[in-house]
């Protein structure tokens, strides 16, 4: 078992916990690992793979290889964010396919976010795969935060007025709202999406390879739909 939809303290009202902490709790639980999935933000990022890397290095040494932090620190902060981040969630995948059960006591930190859909219910989660996918990571959060592609008109005039947050200011300044499945068709490659709602499953269907895509809906979802 793999916890893939987890919000740490950085998701106002809806997590408790530091990165640290869960960490801690998922290697008390003997996880083998870990997605940390804020809310439209990966503000918990930094601290998630610091984390990881402490409570790795106390357990035994680091494997070789991209991900660990080997190499990291000779590395600008930016560009050692995106090699853990990526690094990090591959051997994540790996290490989910292992035994929890037998002698593993590091937990992988899987890279993520949940992306909320300012047009109705549902959400996305999307989960880093590869280096490319933590790029689009990054875009889908922009994009999202902003109600577009930077640089367009509904970037420029932000959110409430872009359609980010409802359909009113979008109609007044002759935008569209933010389209949150038209978003993950354009930025997917490199990702894992699970999909909790049949209305964005639906959208999504035949946009996003399916070997990409997942049903992760829940009950609640579908009295929703």
Not at 64 to 84: F, K, L, M
Not at 179 to 193: I, K, P, S, Y
Request: charged letters at 20%; aromatic letters at 4%.
């Amino acid at each position: 078992y793999v916890p893939l939809r987890v919000h740490g303290h950085h998701s106002l009202l809806t997590g408790i916990d530091s990165p640290a902490v869960l960490l801690e709790r998922a290697r008390a639980l003997g996880l083998s690992a870990l997605a940390l999935c804020d809310v439209d933000g990966i503000a918990g990022l930094v601290d998630f793979l610091r984390a990881a890397e402490a409570s790795e290095n106390r357990v035994d040494a680091p494997p070789s290889g991209i991900g660990t932090g080997a190499g990291a620190r000779d590395e600008d902060g930016q560009a050692a964010t995106v090699r853990r981040a990526a690094g990090s969630s591959a051997a994540a995948w790996s290490a989910a396919r292992e035994d929890a059960a037998g002698t593993r006591q590091r937990v992988r930190p899987i890279v993520g976010a949940e992306l909320s859909d300012p047009a109705g219910p549902g959400r996305v989660v999307a989960l880093v795969r590869t280096r490319a996918g933590y790029g689009n990571l990054s875009r889908l959060i922009t994009e999202r935060q902003l109600g577009g592609a930077p640089g367009t008109p509904e970037a420029e005039r932000g959110p409430s007025a872009g359609g980010s947050e409802g359909t009113e200011g979008a109609g007044l300044q002759g935008t569209r709202p933010f389209d949150l499945a038209a978003c993950v068709a354009r930025h997917h490659e490199g990702l894992f999406l699970l999909v909790d709602h049949p209305r964005l499953l639906l959208k999504l269907f035949g946009r996003v390879p399916a070997r990409q895509l997942f049903a992760a809906i829940s009950p609640a979802a579908v009295r929703l739909a």
